[in-house]
């Protein structure tokens, strides 16, 4: 008995350190520590296991068990990058076998009464956002690093490609859980007399959550302006004989940095969003300012000259900037040269309750461009395999952009409350 005792406390102290250890956190990805194969990896998951069996609150429970998510994530990115397919499968798994605990934990949430239910929820939610754009950097940072080494075989680099996806399907199923926990949530509410819309909308307005979304959403108009004019002009310079060469580079760039901005935005990742489309619009701007006129050789002789010269330190600055940009843009021009097909645009009326039309087919590559209008009450549109939710006010049109990239039937839906026959106002996105 008293040997129990002694390895319980000394399992315990070790907890306690483990937890301490825990809470000190980068804003960014989290270290991936101790990998698998390495010796004391056991240990490690060990103390994870013990830790979440020492906590008893639900939320922080499912914070934790993010946490640890995270973790795999980090680990999967490290042995990606060195290739090591075996590893990334272990690892995945474990990282899908977490994903399912905290889906577990997102159908058990209670509280005292339906509101407190719903702020968790909503706490929750953010959590997952910011778990998902964790999801996005890795699988980025893992595609761009693998291409720059060269190191790989065509064949590793696509299963290291399908594995790394397969983090952002088990992701977009957390949000996917949340999204209809929270719906069940607010019908109680609705049952009761009350509104959790107006709980939501309240707790994003605390959270400043519209403010970003509000934010982002008027910098990718502005951006979508300036390449309007800039299109125009350069347009009107060709038509009159000038160069237009460089002018024209710029512009391709500024409209590939806004695409970027807008599948940032539908995936609510607002300030990524309103970076982007801050840079498309500069870029636009220097399409239609300074790069009219030029070919790109006689730009790159200004610059240089620029170099030699020296005249002005922070001219000079600015334009060393540009010209990062300029290489980090042409690389991103490479790699998705001929990644869009056809644009498509559908208008699409919602109603009790329907969508009209309620199936949408597209090729694999197409940039999709949806018009939606509420005509009754407000609605709502979900579409979590390309990472969209948007309010539908009524008598308001919103305009969703994003690129059809994986074929498949995905499923959309209405996600905001709208009486008794909102649980079947569904329909369909086939891409082919």
Not at 113 to 139: A, C, D, S, Y
Not at 233 to 256: F, S, W
Not at 406 to 425: A, D, L, Q, R, W
Request: charged share 40%; hydrophobic share 35%.
């Amino acid at each position: 008995m008293k040997k129990t005792i002694v390895y319980f406390g000394m399992f315990l102290f070790l907890s306690i350190l483990f937890v301490s250890a825990q809470e000190v956190e980068d804003e960014t990805l989290i270290d991936a520590g101790l990998a698998s194969g390495d010796v004391f990896y056991f240990l490690d998951i060990m103390m994870e296991n013990l830790d979440l069996a020492l906590t008893f609150d639900n939320e922080m429970q499912i914070e934790k068990k993010i946490k640890i998510a995270e973790e795999r994530l980090a680990e999967a990115q490290k042995v990606g990058l060195e290739g090591d397919l075996e590893k990334m499968e272990n690892i995945q798994k474990r990282y899908a076998k977490m994903i399912l605990k905290i889906k577990s934990d997102i159908e058990n949430i209670e509280e005292e009464n339906e509101t407190e239910e719903l702020k968790m929820e909503l706490r929750v939610e953010e959590k997952i956002r910011e778990h998902e754009k964790k999801v996005e950097f890795v699988n980025n940072n893992i595609k761009i690093k693998i291409k720059t080494k060269g190191e790989l075989t065509e064949e590793q680099m696509k299963s290291i490609g399908d594995l790394i996806s397969s983090f952002g399907n088990n992701s977009e199923d957390l949000r996917i859980e949340i999204k209809n926990q929270k719906d069940k949530t607010k019908v109680k509410i609705e049952i009761k007399g009350g509104d959790g819309d107006e709980i939501e909308a309240e707790f994003e307005e605390e959270n400043n959550i519209v403010a970003n979304k509000e934010d982002a959403r008027e910098e990718i108009g502005d951006a979508r302006e300036e390449i309007g004019e800039a299109e125009k002009k350069i347009n009107e310079k060709a038509e009159e004989g000038d160069e237009v060469e460089a002018a024209e580079m710029r512009l391709k760039e500024a409209k590939q940095m806004l695409e970027k901005a807008i599948v940032m935005y539908n995936k609510t990742n607002y300030q990524a969003a309103e970076s982007l489309a801050e840079n498309a619009e500069r870029f636009a701007k220097q399409a239609r300012m300074k790069f009219l006129g030029k070919t790109l050789e006689e730009l790159s002789d200004e610059f240089n000259d620029s170099i030699n010269d020296s005249k002005d330190k922070d001219d000079l600055e600015s334009e060393s900037m540009d010209n990062d940009l300029e290489d980090e843009s042409e690389s991103e021009s490479n790699e998705s040269e001929s990644k869009y097909g056809e644009t498509r645009e559908f208008t699409i009326v919602a109603k009790k309750w329907e969508f009209e039309p309620n199936t949408l087919t597209v090729n694999k590559g197409d940039l999709v461009k949806l018009r939606i209008e509420s005509i009754d009450v407000d609605h709502g549109i979900s579409l979590p395999a390309f990472g969209i939710n948007e309010r539908l006010e009524v008598d308001d049109k919103v305009d969703i952009e994003f690129v059809a990239d994986k074929e498949g039937v995905f499923p959309f839906s209405c996600s905001v409350y709208c009486g008794s026959g909102h649980g079947g106002m569904d329909g369909q996105l086939i891409v082919e």
